[in-house]
T-cell receptor, first 114, second 115 residues
Framework: DAKTTQPNSMESNEEEPVHLPCNHS???????IHWYRQLPSQGPEYVIH???SNVNNRMASLAIAEDRKSSTLILHRATLRDAAVYYC???????????????FGKGTKLSVKP | GAGVSQSPSNKVTEKGKDVELRCDPI?????LYWYRQSLGQGLEFLIY????????KSGLPSDRFSAERTGGSVSTLTIQRTQQEDSAVYLC?????????????FGQGTRLTVV
């Protein structure tokens, strides 16, 4: 059970910003929010992660709601190469383990139009 | 190499045969994950390791599937008596430390075809 909810698909135009939403209403105080993406015929690649504060890196920004029940991945200027499936993941420590596990949901398939 | 390495990249096997899939994580990474991805589907979690131990085996689909990790490094996923429904891409990932404040790096996967 991924415990996150994302739209199945979204479309964007090239060079425009993209906001990919994710709901995680049952998140606990120690759960991180991770985003990965998977380009066609490749393994997933890390995009960004955060706990409470908004985060920025060279690939994207992550905006986390104040109540932490939702977050938004922001691609500031979409390129054709950004067409991929984007996964929002809530990392949860399973019973008996101290390493957060990564359980993938179905993700959002992002299409970018030239 | 600098990344997660999986071998073989492709494997075709006959139904009923056993197969072993190998994952070489990034050197020093303590956590290692196995997933499988059927055609057009999302990633299905199989198992993860902290060092050599596997705290969570709940994702293994049946007792035909097993995995081990030795020396805190290389991991092997074994599928016994393969079935056609085992056909998928098997992905391995590793991360550097305990805890959730870290990123995981994925290999390119092993494409398994059971005929």
């Amino acid at each position: 059970d991924a415990k996150t909810t994302q739209p199945n698909s979204m479309e964007s135009n090239e060079e425009e910003p993209v906001h990919l939403p994710c709901n995680h209403s049952t998140i606990s105080g120690t759960d991180y929010i991770h985003w990965y993406r998977q380009l066609p015929s490749q393994g997933p690649e890390y995009v960004i992660h955060g706990l409470t504060s908004n985060v920025n890196n060279r690939m994207a920004s992550l905006a986390i709601a104040e109540d932490r029940k939702s977050s938004t991945l922001i691609l500031h200027r979409a390129t054709l190469r950004d067409a991929a499936v984007y996964y929002c993941i809530r990392t949860t420590i399973p019973y008996g383990g101290s390493q957060g596990n990564l359980i993938f949901g179905k993700g959002t398939k992002l299409s970018v139009k030239p | 190499g600098a990344g997660v390495s999986q071998s073989p990249s492709n494997k075709v096997t006959e139904k009923g045969k056993d197969v072993e899939l190998r994952c070489d994580p990034i050197s020093g990474h303590t956590a290692l994950y196995w997933y499988r991805q059927s055609l057009g589907q999302g990633l299905e979690f199989l198992i993860y390791f902290q060092g050599n131990s596997a705290p969570d085996k709940s994702g293994l689909p049946s007792d035909r599937f097993s995995a081990e990790r030795t020396g805190g490094s290389v991991s092997t996923l074994t599928i016994q008596r393969t079935q056609q429904e085992d056909s998928a891409v098997y992905l391995c990932a590793s991360s550097s430390q305990f805890g959730m404040n870290t990123e995981a790096f994925f290999g390119q996967g092993t494409r398994l075809t059971v005929v």
